[in-house]
């Protein structure tokens, strides 16, 4: 059973570019949550989907930000309009239930804007 | 309001010393607690959780954590430090009722020094 797959890892945009962060969870897991991390900080809740729904997403900010979870294919994070201030690690975690089950977490993307 | 507190920012101890990285917790009714660790440009990787029963957990790598309700603690706990245990460590908590949402402390530095 592979693990939740993220790709690609690093990521380099132009300011005014798109970004597209893809995550795959892992086998079994309808649940699927954002995180951001910026250098030496913690992790920022961003987003929780499940299959087709977006159930929160009160940490994502209101504007270029994006998230998908389709019934078929990957979680896409999508950030268009990148500016420098959107650079950090961006996480996809999954899990197969709500309640009182860990998280099992992506390597993550590293989106670097220049 | 639900918090996580980790108010060491960095813990340094010596190989084959013990080692503790303090957890403090607030949530509304029984609390899910888990502690992760992220190696360098790595995702974050589950050592261990605490949901019922047992106040002492036992988890990967030879790490445990004691639940305490009264001091509403978590701390992470290792009887032998190892060099590789270098790492950050994150304690996040799910109170009973929040479903899904994790709150995550900010983070701590261990270092192992040999």
């Known amino acids: 059973n592979a693990g939740v797959m993220q790709n690609p890892r690093h990521l380099v945009r132009r300011r005014g570019q798109e970004a597209r962060l893809r995550c795959s969870p892992m086998k079994g897991h309808s649940h699927v949550y954002w995180y951001r991390q910026l250098p030496e900080e913690g992790l920022k809740f961003m987003v929780y989907l499940q299959k087709e729904n977006i159930i929160d997403e009160s940490g994502m900010p209101k504007e270029r930000f994006s998230a998908e979870f389709p019934k078929e294919g990957p979680s896409i994070l999508r950030i268009q309009q990148v500016v420098r201030g959107d650079s950090a690690a961006y996480f996809c975690?999954?899990?197969?239930?709500?309640?009182?089950?860990?998280?099992?977490f992506g390597q993550g993307t590293r989106l670097t804007v220049v | 309001a639900q918090s996580v507190a980790q108010p060491e920012d960095q813990v340094n101890v010596a190989e084959g010393n013990p080692l503790t990285v303090k957890c403090t917790y607030s949530v509304s009714g029984n609390p899910y607690l888990f502690w992760y660790v992220q190696y360098p440009n790595r995702g974050l990787q589950f050592l261990l959780k605490?949901?019922?029963?047992d106040n002492l957990v036992k988890g990967s790598y030879g790490f445990e954590a004691e639940f305490n309700k009264s001091q509403t603690s978590f701390h992470l706990k290792k009887p032998s430090a190892l060099v590789s245990d270098s790492a950050l460590y994150f304690c996040a908590v799910r109170g009973y009722d929040s479903n899904y949402q994790l709150i995550w402390g900010a983070g701590t530095k261990l270092i192992i020094k040999p």
């Open positions: 975690a999954s899990s197969p239930l709500a309640e009182g089950t860990e998280a099992f």
């Open positions: 605490y949901i019922t029963g």
